[in-house]
C-alpha cells in the first residue's frame, strides 16, 4: 500500500496559477490510478481529476475541465495538478488518493488511500 504526501498549495489571486503535487511512497505506485478531490468548508468531499496507471486516461469535473491538468511520473511516484485560472470558488483543501483500479474512478469509496491535504486559497 503506498502513503501519499500532498504539496504545493498557497494563497493565490483569481485569475492566478499553482501547481500540486501528490508525492507517493513504495514500490506499487503504477498500480494505481491517482485522484484529486477538494473539500471545502461545509461541503462534501467532491472529485477533481483522476488519471489511469499508465496516464493513458484522464477525467475532469466538469467545474475544472479546461482549466486544470492532471499528470503522472511514475519513475518520480508523483501525481501533479496543474491549476490555472482560478477561481474564489476553487478555494478548498485538496487531497490525492490513490485506487487500485485499472479505470478512472471518480467516486471516493474506489479510493483507499489519501493523503493529508493541501490548502488552497483563491482570493478574489
Known amino acids: 500500500q503506498v502513503q501519499l504526501v500532498e504539496s504545493g498549495g498557497g494563497l493565490v489571486q483569481a485569475g492566478g496559477s499553482l501547481r500540486l503535487s501528490c508525492a507517493a511512497s513504495?514500490?506499487?505506485?503504477?498500480?494505481?490510478?491517482m485522484g484529486w478531490f477538494r473539500q471545502a468548508p461545509g461541503k462534501e468531499r467532491e472529485f477533481v481529476a483522476v488519471?489511469?496507471?499508465?496516464?493513458?486516461?484522464?477525467y475532469y469535473a466538469d467545474s475544472v475541465k479546461g482549466r486544470f491538468a492532471i499528470s503522472r511520473d511514475n519513475a518520480k511516484n508523483t501525481v501533479y495538478l496543474q491549476m490555472n485560472t482560478l477561481k474564489p470558488e476553487d478555494t478548498a483543501v485538496y487531497y490525492c488518493?490513490?485506487?487500485?483500479?485499472?479505470?478512472?474512478?471518480?467516486?471516493?469509496?474506489?479510493?483507499?488511500?489519501w493523503g493529508q491535504g493541501t490548502q488552497v486559497t483563491v482570493s478574489s
Open positions: 488519471i489511469s496507471r499508465i496516464a493513458t486516461s484522464t
Open positions: 513504495g514500490r506499487t505506485f503504477s498500480l494505481y490510478a
Open positions: 488518493a490513490a485506487a487500485l483500479d485499472a479505470g478512472t474512478p471518480s467516486r471516493t469509496y474506489s479510493y483507499n488511500t
